[in-house]
């Protein structure tokens, strides 16, 4: 069993929608980041919240808004996307932001925009 | 920079095979060394891990040992099951960025019964 939980688990949305990923972990950790991932691609970091504060952002698009509501929970919120951002979206989280090399993932919301 | 370098997949075995998925890095300092598998349908879990040079990480029968000297973690098992069919990511994090893990293009597995 994953002790990260995403939701929803598939969502498909159109170019005006908006709409929100959520995440959540009961381990303490405090660390949790966003990654998205292509088909037969790694997973491309694009936050990192450390203590419930943003400390990366690759440089993602502002169509994309992470929210860290408290220390267990990680939001990904999602409006005027593309066709070319559907993807695997994963979560994860790490007792903390330097022990970034052992991540728990979960099992990823798969988006589809159209 | 930093980077890791895996074998180009996929890679088809017949069931009690011989695996060896090799990586090699480029880093500054001394990172830590990982292996994660990705199994279809799921996220990504971490298989094993090594912190230092000579360091043998191992889990689930599979093994990895941290060569410095040839700046590789190829990960080895003595002999494969259909259920090691996945997509297996060697990664790294360096001490000057911690907070960020670099993951190879990761290398297909396939076994055959």
């Known amino acids: 069993d994953t002790e990260v939980t995403q939701t929803p688990k598939h969502l498909v949305m159109g170019m005006t929608n908006k709409k929100s990923l959520k995440c959540e972990q009961h381990?303490?950790?405090?660390?949790m980041y966003w990654y998205k991932q292509k088909a037969k691609k790694p997973p491309e970091l694009m936050f990192v919240y450390s203590y419930e504060k943003l400390s990366i952002n690759e440089s993602v698009p502002s169509r994309f808004s992470p929210e860290c509501p408290n220390s267990s929970l990680l939001n990904l919120h999602l409006h005027a996307l593309q066709p070319e951002d559907s993807a695997l979206y994963l979560c994860a989280s790490s007792s903390a932001a330097s022990e970034a090399g052992e991540l728990f993932f979960g099992e990823g919301s798969r988006l589809t925009v159209l | 920079g930093n980077s890791v370098t895996q074998m180009e997949g996929p890679v088809t075995l017949s069931e009690e095979a011989f695996l060896t998925i090799n990586c090699t890095y480029t880093?500054?300092?001394?990172?830590?060394l990982f292996w994660y598998v990705q199994y279809p349908g799921e996220g990504l879990q971490l298989l094993l891990k090594a912190t230092k040079a000579d360091d043998k990480g191992s889990n689930k029968g599979f093994e990895a040992t941290y060569r410095k000297e040839t700046t590789s973690f190829h990960l080895e098992k003595g002999s494969v099951q259909v259920s090691d069919s996945a997509v297996y990511f060697c990664?790294?994090?360096?001490?000057?960025?911690?907070?960020?893990?670099?993951f190879g293009s990761g290398t297909r597995l396939s076994i055959r019964p």
């Open positions: 381990m303490g950790h405090r660390a």
């Open positions: 880093a500054t300092g001394y990172p830590s």
């Open positions: 990664a790294l994090t360096a001490y000057s960025s911690a907070s960020k893990i670099i």
